[in-house]
């Protein structure tokens, strides 16, 4: 489904409103909290889709989610991650989780086996569209390996 018709027929489910995500606030509680309610609610929304009838996970304009990192979103389909707020990943390395079994920090987000996923914007103007923020800055220059998996 083009993302234009999306935009105009998807229902949207609030992160805020609908599921409590809680806006600008910085701090830990708020971070582990924000991620555990993102991870729930896109598997949530997803799970009320279908294939003509895709469902959106709704971030406000002008407000600041703060998430911690480790966010595992499998098996969805016909789902609309769509943002006008900011999406924004802790900078402490301290307390992102890591994995048990390899010396290597998990990913702001991990997306497997997904279908018609699609991440938008209300605003197509530059400055004005949503944003998801990795933080990368913070993990610069710090020494992993990369291993990439890759269909053949």
């Not at 083009?2 to 599921?19: G, N, Q």
């Not at 009320?48 to 966010?71: E, R, W």
């Not at 702001?108 to 996923?117: H, Q, Y």
């Amino acid at each position: 489904m083009p993302i234009e018709s999306v935009r105009d027929t998807v229902e949207k489910f609030d992160f805020e409103l609908d599921f409590g995500g809680i806006p600008d606030d910085d701090s830990s509680n708020a971070t582990w909290t924000n991620k555990e309610l993102f991870q729930n609610a896109i598997h949530s929304v997803a799970a009320l889709a279908s294939d003509s009838d895709p469902k959106a996970l709704y971030f406000q304009s002008n407000k600041v989610y703060h998430m911690m990192g480790g966010i595992y979103v499998q098996n969805i389909a016909n789902f609309v991650l769509w943002i006008d707020g900011t999406i924004k990943f802790s900078r402490d390395r301290h307390t992102w989780p890591w994995h048990d079994d390899r010396d290597d920090p998990f990913n702001c987000i991990e997306l497997r086996d997904i279908r018609n996923v699609q991440i938008t914007s209300s605003s197509s103007a530059p400055g004005e569209k949503g944003v998801i923020d990795g933080s990368g800055s913070a993990w610069w220059g710090i020494p992993l390996y990369v291993v990439s998996e890759r269909d053949i």
